[in-house]
T-cell receptor, first 118, second 117 residues
Framework: DGGITQSPKYLFRKEGQNVTLSCEQN?????MYWYRQDPGQGLRLIYY???????QKGDIAEGYSVSREKKESFPLTVTSAQKNPTAFYLC?????????????????FGPGTRLTVL | AQKVTQAQTEISVVEKEDVTLDCVYE???????LFWYKQPPSGELVFLIR??????QNEISGRYSWNFQKSTSSFNFTITASQVVDSAVYFC??????????????FGKGTKLSVIP
């Protein structure tokens, strides 16, 4: 089945440690996104990538880093510089449609990773 | 400034009642897209509908319907004869120009709907 997988589902980290969240898609989508969700809040964009080896900062990129070495994969690293990393992290992807921005297309979401800093 | 406002934080209805979720947006763009997503307790967002700014026709899909009114910058979502399975958080979202030729999706804070049997 085509879709987006995120692992692990739950992640615990000690304060001061970096941690990497995995996101893989087999939908052959060009664009991929990382969002953060806090209780009672909407989704906020961390980073996005529209093509391999290229990515852009979203609204809350500080304390996070990403890479896009393969079309299928877009891992997110939460660094120790992120002041309040406990949150629910969602990865998404969207296809390319010639002539229109990626964000005009439907985004497909993974099941999310819940990160807790102890 | 908030670009997508979902004023209803939580709504509870009894099964079979109709319910409308409100969404008001703000944009200077003449071309834009609006979306609704559903987030069930499992956490994964599910796409419900996309509407572009040039298409003001109302949409109906089974028990779901959407009312898009540019004059009031609203894109409201109605569930008819609600069911327990409709219990979820619903997000309205808008594409916004973020500079350097890029657009991003901006979400409202969501409305938590609880359907009571």
């Amino acid at each position: 089945d085509g879709g987006i997988t995120q692992s692990p589902k739950y992640l615990f980290r000690k304060e001061g440690q970096n941690v990497t969240l995995s996101c893989e898609q087999n939908l052959n989508h060009d664009a991929m996104y990382w969002y953060r969700q806090d209780p009672g809040q909407g989704l906020r964009l961390i980073y996005y990538s529209q093509i391999v080896n290229d990515f852009q900062k979203g609204d809350i990129a500080e304390g996070y880093s990403v890479s896009r070495e393969k079309k299928e994969s877009f891992p997110l690293t939460v660094t120790s510089a992120q002041k309040n990393p406990t949150a629910f992290y969602l990865c998404a992807s969207s296809p390319r449609t010639s002539g229109i921005p990626f964000s005009y297309n439907e985004q497909f979401f993974g099941p999310g990773t819940r990160l807790t800093v102890l | 400034a908030q670009k997508v406002t979902q004023a209803q934080t939580e709504i509870s209805v009894v099964e079979k009642e109709d319910v409308t979720l409100d969404c008001v947006y703000e944009t200077r763009d003449t071309t834009y897209y609006l979306f609704w997503y559903k987030q069930p307790p499992s956490g994964e967002l599910v796409f419900l509908i996309r509407r572009n700014s040039f298409d003001e026709q109302n949409e109906i899909s089974g028990r779901y319907s959407w009312n898009f009114q540019k004059s009031t910058s609203s894109f409201n979502f109605t569930i008819t004869a609600s069911q327990v399975v409709d219990s979820a958080v619903y997000f309205c979202a808008l594409t916004l120009y973020s500079g350097a030729g890029s657009y991003q999706l901006t979400f409202g804070k969501g409305t938590k709907l609880s359907v009571i049997p």
